[in-house]
């Protein structure tokens, strides 16, 4: 599969997106979104209350409920935006899940290497408006969009799955019984961290892909793809929201319910393949639903505040929405 079908978009089309009000105006770059490498503001009253520590050799953010190990809890791995384990947003966000009875592990899929922030470039609200002030804007966005394109060079499929791998092991072990209780483990995900759910939810031989996600081809010839035991599933069920960086051929294989979140006209995972991930789960008679939500950022389902009341009810709903799925799953 070329690159082109990849849920990426190019920087000049992005310059032509209509803002969200209440958002950033920048929905940068051509594969990740300002959400995938900047937090929000986090919302007044709200501080983490869990712990980074090492799982499997893993560097992870761990929140569990209150009442466990008293109380029965299942087993949950929340998989990030490019901001990583570090993030107060995210860990406020693995928080919200202990809260509901699961025991979160975040890890850090970037290996202490979160995503170039983002957050320097200036606001259309205060940048000039001259020519050249739109030139000097559109050259930053430039040099910005080569910087995450270099980070994600460094964090691609085959440098992440193994630690997801070293992870979900880990877990089974120190948190048996919590794994045992859900019947396996779940796994929620955002922007980067939403296509590692598909590959978690999948059986799928190993797979070589560019730094954009789309596949390699194989090459018969030279014996790759013969005598490769396949993998997976490693989930019981899982949901991912506003996933970037996700190719059709992702949705091949699933063998577990999944819930998707999606905004709509969203540049990082467009309608074609949205759309084409739902013809592929139907016919293959994969459990799933898909919400899309209107009149929203990319990023919006991650914890951060808003001014925009449809922004902030969509967030709640898009929360609602997950914890509905891996309860009733």
């Known amino acids: 599969m ?3 079908d990849v849920a990426t978009k190019a920087p000049e089309s992005d310059a032509q997106e209509t803002g969200i009000p209440g958002d950033t105006p920048a929905q940068t770059g051509p594969t990740m979104g300002e959400h995938c490498t900047s937090d929000r503001p986090t919302p007044a009253g709200l501080a983490p209350k869990g712990e980074l520590r090492k799982l499997g050799g893993v560097d992870v953010y761990l929140a569990k409920p209150e ?13 990030s935006s490019g901001t990583g384990i570090k993030s107060t947003n995210n860990q406020i966000q693995a ?8 025991v979160v592990v975040m890890p850090d899929l970037f290996e202490g290497n979160p995503a170039p922030n983002s957050s ?17 804007l559109k050259a930053v966005e430039i040099v910005k969009s080569f910087v995450i394109d270099e980070w994600l060079a460094r964090h691609t499929e085959e440098k992440v799955m193994p630690i997801l791998e070293k992870v979900v092991d880990a877990c089974k072990g120190e948190f048996a ?37 789309a596949k390699k081809a194989v090459d018969e010839e030279a014996g790759e793809g013969f005598g490769l035991a396949k993998k997976g599933p490693y989930i019981k069920a899982g949901a991912l929201a506003h996933a970037t960086l996700v190719s059709p051929d992702d949705f091949k294989g699933l063998k577990v319910p999944v819930s998707l979140v999606c905004v709509e006209n969203d540049p990082m995972f467009p309608d074609a393949v949205r759309e084409s991930g739902e013809d592929i789960l139907s016919k293959e008679n994969v459990e799933h639903e898909v919400q899309v939500y209107p009149g ?34």
């Open 2 to 4: 070329a690159d082109a």
């Open 67 to 79: 009442s466990y190990p008293t109380n029965p809890s299942k087993l949950l791995l929340l998989l």
């Open 95 to 102: 928080d919200r899940f202990a809260d509901e009875g699961f």
């Open 120 to 136: 320097l470039v200036p606001d259309a609200e205060t940048s000039g408006t001259s020519f050249l002030d739109k030139v000097k």
């Open 177 to 213: 019984d919590a794994v045992g209780n859900g019947g396996g483990i779940y796994a929620v995900g955002y922007c980067f961290g939403g296509r590692y759910v598909l590959l978690l939810a999948s059986e799928r031989g190993q797979v070589q892909t560019s730094w954009t996600g």
């Open 296 to 329: 929203v950022p990319h990023g919006f389902a991650v914890i951060g505040d808003y001014d925009n009341a449809n922004i902030k009810d969509a967030q709640v709903t898009a929360f609602e929405q997950i914890l509905r799925w891996i309860k009733e799953h």
